[in-house]
C-alpha cells in the first residue's frame, strides 16, 4: 500500500504569512494527490486536485505543487478563516485511496 | 446546489452490525463519471477510505476492511448504504459520505462531503 507522510505536524503563523505544508508519498504517484482543508467540527473540503489544479470557488491563495513524490500545499497570505487541519490524499487505478496525517494550522 | 447527508444510529455494541445511509441531491449516480464514497475519521487512524460504488454499479473497498463492508445505491431514491458488520469500539468515528469524479480514467478527488455524522460503538 502506498503510505503518506505529511510535515510539520502542526504550524503556528500570522496573518498574511506565507505557509507552506509538505506531502510525501513512498512511491511515484504522478499527479495523483489531492489537498483538502478541514475546519473546526467541519467535513473535509477538496482545495486542489491533481496535485496542482485548484478547485472552483478556492481562493487564489492556495496552490499546489509536485516535485517528484514530494508535494506541496502553499497558503500565500494566510487569513484568519484559514485555520484547521489539511489533508494530502492520494488516488491511484486500484482504486486505493490514502490520507495523510494531517497538518494543524494556527493562527497566532 | 448538491448536497450530502448521512443517517443511521448513532450508538451501536460491539458485535452488531451498522447500518448507514447517504441521501444526496443535485445530481444522478447514473451519470458517467461520478462515484459515491464512505469515509471514516477515528481518532487512531484520522481519515480512511472505506468504500466506492461508482456509476456503473461497480463497488470497491477498502481491502484491510473489505470482509466486513458492503456497499449498495438506490438510484430512484439518490441514496447510498453502507454496511459494517462485527462493530468494535476501535471503529468509533465519524462517518462521512463524500461524491468522487473521474480525473482521466482514475476514480478522483472527493469532491462533496456530507457533514458526517458520529457512530460510537460501546456495550
Known amino acids: 500500500d502506498i503510505q503518506m507522510t505529511q510535515s510539520p505536524s502542526s504550524l503556528s503563523a500570522s496573518v498574511g504569512d506565507r505557509v507552506t505544508i509538505t506531502c510525501q508519498a513512498s512511491q511515484d504517484i504522478y499527479n495523483y494527490l489531492n489537498w483538502y482543508q478541514q475546519g473546526p467540527g467541519k467535513a473535509p473540503k477538496l482545495l486542489i486536485y491533481?496535485?496542482?489544479k485548484l478547485e472552483t470557488r478556492v481562493p487564489s491563495r492556495f496552490s499546489g505543487s509536485r516535485s517528484e513524490t514530494n508535494f506541496t500545499l502553499t497558503i500565500s497570505g494566510l487569513q484568519s478563516e484559514d485555520t484547521g487541519t489539511y489533508y494530502c490524499q492520494q488516488y491511484d487505478h486500484l482504486p486505493s485511496f490514502t490520507f495523510g496525517p494531517g497538518t494543524k494550522v494556527v493562527i497566532k | 446546489q448538491v448536497t450530502l447527508r448521512e443517517s443511521g444510529p448513532a450508538l451501536v455494541k460491539p458485535t452488531q452490525t451498522l447500518t448507514l445511509t447517504c441521501t444526496f441531491s443535485?445530481?444522478?449516480?447514473?451519470?458517467?463519471?461520478?462515484?459515491m464514497n464512505w469515509i471514516r475519521q477515528t481518532p487512531g487512524k484520522a481519515l480512511e477510505w472505506l468504500a466506492l460504488i461508482d456509476w456503473g454499479d461497480v463497488k470497491y473497498y477498502n481491502t484491510s476492511l473489505k470482509a466486513r463492508l458492503t456497499i449498495s445505491r438506490d438510484t430512484s431514491k439518490n441514496q447510498v448504504v453502507l454496511t459494517m458488520t462485527n462493530m468494535d469500539p476501535v471503529d468509533t468515528g465519524t462517518y462521512y459520505c463524500?461524491?468522487?469524479?473521474?480525473?482521466?480514467?482514475?476514480?478522483?478527488?472527493?469532491?462533496?462531503w456530507g457533514q458526517g455524522t458520529l457512530v460510537t460503538v460501546s456495550s
Open positions: 443535485e445530481f444522478s449516480l447514473s451519470t458517467t463519471g461520478l462515484s
Open positions: 463524500a461524491r468522487s469524479r473521474l480525473s482521466g480514467s482514475y476514480y478522483g478527488p472527493f469532491d462533496y
Open positions: 491533481d496535485a496542482t
